[in-house]
Structures are given as structure tokens and as C-alpha cells.
């Protein structure tokens, strides 16, 4: 298995693709167009969560940033999208120690954070948190680590009908 098919949460995976892509690392030229507007393509999730990234490149990343919306990829898999709800927040950080050389870290996320632990280079991380991990003692340990951490309570929004998780 790939350091990128480790990346359980898709919406992980997406962020990955749009930092590769922006970095003009990926080409996502023959991803197929969304055929909706206003719901999640499959498809198109489907084409860009099983790219085939390699190990290296995903090594190579230095900053990862993924909050809210705006990202070009989102607007790829359900163009329409605008907040309304959790569907690309990251729900789990499994896989993350793929990004070894990550050190400057962007997320909302109401994912479990001990992954983080595993991120050697990370030195700075914004966490939008969406859920109770404020109080995480893994936010001590990064700190003690000489990691700049900075957290920010994002509002409550409605959870997705179906995650992503279940759509690919």
C-alpha cells in the first residue's frame, strides 16, 4: 500500500491532491467533469482520491493547508459546495506520518490529533477544531516539542448526510 492510500480520510487525501496539484506536482487534467452541481460527484471523488501519488511526493510536502472551502478540488467533486456542512472536513488523521516532511500544517478537522505526534519536521500548526479536542494533551506534547500550535474553535455546522468516507 502507498503512503497516500494510507490517508483514510478522502477529504486528507483531497488535501493532499490540491497541494500536489497547486505545486504542479499532479495533473489533474483527465479527472472527469462533475455531471451535478449541487451534490458530490462520485466519480470525480472516486478519480481523485485513487491517484496514483508517489511515496516521495507526498514526503515532499512542506505545508499542508485545508480549511473550510475555496479549495479548487472541492469545487471539483461538488461545485456548489459552499460550508454548509462537515463533507470535506479531515475525520481522521491515519496515514499522516506519510507527510514526513511536513512542517507547517493548516487543517479543520474534528479528527483525533495523536497522528500529529508522528510528524517529525511539523513546527507550526493552525487546528480549526470542530470537536472536543481543544483539551487534547496531544496539544501539550506538540508544544513541548517547540511546535507552534494554534487553535481555533470553528462553530458548529451541520454534519454531512454521508460522509465521504462513504462514497468511495
Not at 22 to 29: G, N, S
Not at 36 to 46: A, C, E, G, I, M
Not at 90 to 111: F, M, N, Q, R, Y
Not at 142 to 158: G, Q, T
Amino acid at each position: 500500500m502507498s503512503k497516500f492510500e494510507a490517508l483514510r480520510d478522502p477529504a486528507l487525501r483531497l488535501a493532499v491532491v490540491e497541494t500536489l496539484s497547486k505545486a504542479r506536482k499532479l495533473d489533474l487534467a483527465k479527472i472527469p467533469k462533475a455531471t451535478s452541481q449541487d451534490r458530490v460527484n462520485t466519480k470525480t471523488l472516486q478519480a481523485l482520491v485513487s491517484l496514483a501519488v508517489p511515496d516521495q511526493a507526498l514526503a515532499k510536502i512542506a505545508e499542508l493547508w485545508w480549511e473550510g472551502g475555496g479549495h479548487k478540488v472541492q469545487h471539483q467533486v461538488w461545485p456548489l459546495w459552499h460550508g454548509e456542512d462537515d463533507t470535506f472536513y479531515v475525520h481522521s488523521l491515519a496515514g499522516i506520518e506519510g507527510l514526513a516532511g511536513l512542517k507547517k500544517l493548516t487543517l479543520a478537522t474534528d479528527a483525533d490529533l495523536q497522528p500529529l505526534l508522528q510528524l517529525p519536521a511539523l513546527r507550526w500548526a493552525r487546528l480549526l477544531l470542530a470537536g472536543g479536542q481543544a483539551k487534547s494533551a496531544v496539544l501539550g506534547e506538540l508544544r513541548a516539542r517547540k511546535v507552534e500550535v494554534i487553535v481555533e474553535r470553528m462553530d458548529a455546522v451541520p454534519k454531512s448526510a454521508r460522509p465521504l468516507t462513504e462514497r468511495v
